[in-house]
């Protein structure tokens, strides 16, 4: 879940569902009482149905609460603040860096720090279409050492500059297909 509309939508699939929901964050449904397996057997195909996917391997939610977090450190103000990724993850999923990197890299085929980058570079796609901040202003904003380092990075990853991509009809991916 990556939006408030995704947190939206898993609270209405619980109720539906007939569960309460006591809370619901980005990749987190905590329901009140023990469900039985039936209600839990259609909560997750309800959730399919909306194109969310219930998960219970243990790694699976680790890999998914490293997005999440990621996610929304994205979107925080803290992201200006050139905040140390591994710090944070760490302090966010309570586990070692180390074992989220191994965890994250054999579930997804690759690392954090590429999956992180993927995701920047998105969110700088999603602020060139806004129009309203300048590139300087986007990389502050993303905590970019300078201009030249987001510019160099987008064209690596995107393949074509700031300003072409502004100028281009080619489309950015959402944040959850990343």
Do not use: W
């Not at 569902?17 to 195909?45: H, N, S």
């Not at 699976?60 to 200006?80: C, F, G, I, N, P």
């Not at 309203?132 to 202003?137: D, N, P």
Request: charged fraction near 30%; proline fraction near 2%.
């Amino acid at each position: 879940m990556v939006c408030p509309r995704c947190i939206s939508a898993v609270k209405r699939i619980a109720e539906e569902c007939g569960l309460t929901p006591i809370d619901v964050q980005l990749g987190y449904c905590e329901v009140d009482g023990d469900p039985d397996d039936g209600t839990m057997k259609r909560f997750a195909e309800e959730l399919r149905n909306d194109g969310f996917e219930m998960l219970l391997d243990a790694e699976a939610r680790l890999v998914q609460a490293v997005k999440d977090s990621l996610v929304t450190l994205l979107y925080s103000d803290e992201m200006a603040s050139g905040i140390n990724i591994s710090d944070y993850l760490q302090d966010r999923t309570h586990y070692s860096y180390s074992t989220l990197r191994k965890v994250f890299s054999s579930a997804e085929g690759r690392s954090i720090e590429n999956y992180y980058i993927a995701l920047r570079i998105e969110r700088v796609k999603e602020l060139l279409r806004y129009e309203e901040l300048t590139l300087s202003q986007i990389a502050d904003k993303l905590g970019y050492s300078s201009v030249a380092h987001l510019s160099a990075q987008f064209k690596k990853v995107t393949g074509l500059s700031a300003s072409e991509f502004k100028s281009s009809s080619v489309e950015r991916n959402s944040i959850d297909e990343i």
